[in-house]
């Protein structure tokens, strides 16, 4: 078993719509982090989240640390929010990363 | 200001070869991390350095190396190159708390080896 579970692995949307992407992790950690990962490769840091909710834009990241699960919202979507969004946990000496949702949202 | 450089993009090499990729960190930033990426695998946590000393290490064979020179900039060396070892590799520069602190990356390196 992945010790960072992500899901769902593939998601499409209409224009517009509320979309939530789910990360549950089985280790300890100090951080984590929620990444866009567009075509072509180059990613960008969207969160690093040790406790509660921070918002940027339309995007909402919140965790639980004692359940051990985050999620990324995003609000209105567009479809410049298309891309593979990845979960990522670091527990003091390793970084753990999830698989993977693919978002396309469709206009 | 300006943003992490990975060189060079994209590198062809053959089996049995060694290979150094080059990263400079965004200025002011001492830790500089490098991941690899491939479709099997996913994304996977190489090394990190801080201050020119490895301070973090996933579970990669001893024929990846790094290092890190005074200036911050950092280089990944791999040796014996094996077919598996094409992917995407990636580094990612962090300000004083390192991976616990916002992740800059750059465009990565694709790797492939024939």
């Known amino acids: 078993k992945n010790e960072v579970e992500q899901s769902p692995q593939n998601l499409t949307a209409q224009e517009g719509e509320f979309i939530t992407i789910n990360c549950s992790y089985s280790?300890?950690?100090?951080?984590l982090h929620w990444l866009q990962q567009h075509p072509g490769g180059g990613i960008v840091s969207l969160f690093m989240l040790s406790s509660g909710k921070k918002k940027h834009g339309r995007l909402i990241a919140t965790i639980n640390i004692q359940e051990k699960h985050s999620s990324l919202h995003i609000t209105a979507s567009h479809p410049r929010d298309s891309a593979v969004y990845i979960c990522?946990?670091?527990?003091?000496?390793?970084?753990?990363f999830g698989a993977g949702t693919r978002l396309t949202v469709k206009p | 200001k300006a943003g992490v450089t990975q060189t060079p993009r994209y590198l062809i090499k053959t089996r049995g070869q060694q290979v150094t990729l080059s990263c400079s960190p965004i200025?002011?930033?001492?830790?500089v991390s490098w991941y690899q990426q491939t479709p099997g695998q996913g994304l996977q946590f190489l090394f990190e350095y801080f201050s020119e000393t490895q301070r973090n290490k996933g579970n990669f064979p001893g024929r990846f190396s790094g290092r890190q020179f005074s200036n911050s900039r950092s280089e990944m060396n791999v040796s014996t190159l094996e077919l598996g070892d094409s992917a995407l590799y990636l580094c990612?520069?962090?300000?004083?708390?390192?991976?616990?602190?916002?992740?800059?990356f750059g465009q990565g390196t694709r790797l492939t080896v024939v």
């Open positions: 280790v300890g950690i100090s951080a």
């Open positions: 990522a946990v670091h527990d003091n000496n390793d970084m753990r």
């Open positions: 990612a520069s962090s300000g004083q708390g390192g991976m616990n602190t916002e992740a800059f």
């Open positions: 200025s002011g930033h001492r830790s």
